[in-house]
């Protein structure tokens, strides 16, 4: 793996620019304009993105749009953002992998741990406190997209979450 890269990412800097990232990528699946996201710390950075998202996400639900073509775009658009994580960072193997993927959802405030293989864990997730069940089911395509893109495939099914009242959320990833 680039260390030195790895490095540059988990820092605050590393935050702020996933952040910012994150934001324009969503705004374009959303069809808005992106949040003005300037002269904000990475902590206020990530308070907004998550409003924005919420937003977003309850207005699509709202509007009738077609959430299963919404949550289909987000899939690409974020599995795109993770196989740019991979190329960046060149992981040699599964373990580098899920290392990339601690690194950035601990720079937005989720604490993610492989129990055991392909069985993952979120103890704390700071979106529980704006997301819905329905909200969270419609961006957790985003988690879904970012592993496929980051393991080069695979795929991430929820079978609880923090939203829905749970402590933690469970995944498998195969």
Do not use: W
């Not at 680039?2 to 605050?12: A, D, I, P, V």
């Not at 002269?39 to 919420?54: C, I, N, S, V």
């Amino acid at each position: 793996m680039n260390k030195l890269t790895y490095r540059l990412l988990s820092g605050r800097a590393g935050a702020g620019l996933e952040i910012r990232i994150l934001m324009r990528c969503t705004a374009g699946v959303f069809g808005e304009k992106m949040p003005k996201a300037a002269d904000f710390p990475a902590h206020g950075l990530l308070e907004r993105y998550a409003k924005y998202t919420a937003h977003e996400a309850e207005k699509a639900i709202h509007s009738g749009r077609d959430l299963r073509l919404l949550r289909k775009e987000l899939y690409k658009m974020a599995k795109d953002l993770g196989f740019g994580l991979r190329r960046l960072l060149r992981p040699e193997d599964e373990q580098e992998c899920l290392a990339i993927l601690i690194m950035i959802y601990h720079n937005i405030g989720i604490d993610i741990r492989e129990e055991s293989p392909g069985k993952i864990i979120v103890k704390r997730c700071y979106f529980s406190h704006f997301y819905t069940p329905e909200v969270c089911t419609v961006i957790s395509a985003i988690d879904k997209g970012i592993f496929a893109g980051v393991y080069h495939g695979g795929r991430l099914r929820f079978s609880r979450r923090i939203t829905e009242g749970h402590r933690e959320c469970r995944a498998d990833f195969k």
